[in-house]
């Protein structure tokens, strides 16, 4: 009978691993087909500028010392108009910033439309279309990179919030100043909002996901979480399949693999009615988080950082303690 029971055990393990959905996204190669190349051109367009958004953001250094010198001497005007001409042109990048996001929230609709639409499963869509799977992986990789370097750069809040003092004082005065026809009353409002999120590009992409559900009442919201759970799921057999690492040539693709599964389980979270980490998920979570604590823990710690900090689900009672364990 106990061997009976560990055959029945063996059917039920491989059951599960079969379960996942598991194919190599080549990531590195895809190219669109004619089916794909409309859309693919779409979002290419918009992708085209996400390095230099990124390089941009790792060169913001922000006006803090120029805003303590000009709060510290408010009557000194030569201070107040240094400080003043050093924000200014950082708020015009940071309104740059949230135009991108716009972009990039029109282009995952677009995405999303295409994998997700019917006769094709989720899985059928993102085998059938790698270029239109690669490029839902770049803009989560361009994601996350966007949000750590935010979440490291405090000046990005201060600067902001200096500007909208300055302004509101201004307008008690009367005074109409040049920018206010860059960044007005309202954009200044829904920039305020966006910094204010700790993930603001994440937010975007889970309102972004949320909203594209709620719009597409005919379509299963099944259709959009399994398009992502088995996003996660490829990532997660590539990482830990030698036979599939192997056919990666750089080690770069690895990190952008692990950076897409963690981006793609935090989408889940956000977007499915009971998350990521509950026992019905259809995202094998110990297996993902376990391929990431196999990786030098240098390299995943932001990772493990994100699971930890901006999933919506992790504290929830339904999530076992052995997960919540992994991510202690």
């Known amino acids: 009978m106990r061997f009976a029971g560990m055959g029945n055990l063996l059917k039920v393990l491989t059951r599960e691993i079969e ?17 794909e190349r409309e859309v693919w051109n779409q979002i290419s367009a ?13 060169a913001y250094k922000g006006a803090g010392q120029e805003i303590r010198d000009a709060i510290q001497n408010p009557n000194d005007i030569q201070l107040q108009e240094k400080a003043w001409n050093s924000v200014c042109p950082l708020v015009v990048r940071l309104k740059r910033f949230y135009e991108f996001s716009l972009r990039l929230e029109k282009a995952l ?4 439309e295409s994998l997700t639409c019917p006769p094709y499963t989720p899985t059928q869509h993102l085998e059938r279309e790698q270029a239109l799977a690669k490029e839902f992986a770049e803009i989560l990789h361009f994601t996350l990179r966007f949000d750590e370097l935010k979440m490291r750069n405090p000046a990005i809040q201060n600067d902001f919030s200096y500007y909208r003092r ?3 004082r201004n307008r008690i005065n009367n005074m109409h100043l040049d920018i206010e026809n860059e960044v007005n009353n309202e954009m200044a409002n829904r920039m305020s909002l966006f910094y204010a999120e700790a993930t603001p590009m994440l937010k975007t992409l889970s309102n972004a996901t949320t909203h594209f559900v709620s719009e597409n009442k005919t379509l299963p919201i099944e259709n959009t979480t399994d398009c992502l759970s088995t996003m996660a799921s ?13 056919r990666f040539t750089s080690e770069e693709t690895l990190m ?8 793609v389980i935090i989408l889940y979270d956000h977007v499915h009615p009971v998350g990521a980490f509950s026992k019905t998920s259809k995202i094998d979570m110990k297996g993902c988080i376990k391929v990431l604590k196999e990786q030098p823990p240098d390299s995943v710690e932001g990772l493990l950082n994100a699971l930890r900090f901006t999933t919506k689900h992790l504290n929830d009672e ?3 303690k052995q997960i919540r364990a992994m991510l202690q």
């Open 19 to 35: 379960n996942y959905p598991h194919f190599f996204l080549d990531f590195e190669n895809a190219q669109p087909t004619d089916g």
């Open 46 to 58: 918009v992708l085209q500028d996400s390095e230099s958004m990124l390089a941009d953001l790792q």
């Open 234 to 246: 490829v990532c997660k057999v590539m990482l830990e399949t030698p036979e599939y690492r192997s």
């Open 318 to 320: 339904s999530t076992s």
């Open 256 to 263: 952008f693999c692990m950076r897409v599964m963690v981006g």
């Open 166 to 168: 300055t302004i509101s």
């Open 109 to 112: 609709q677009s995405l999303l």
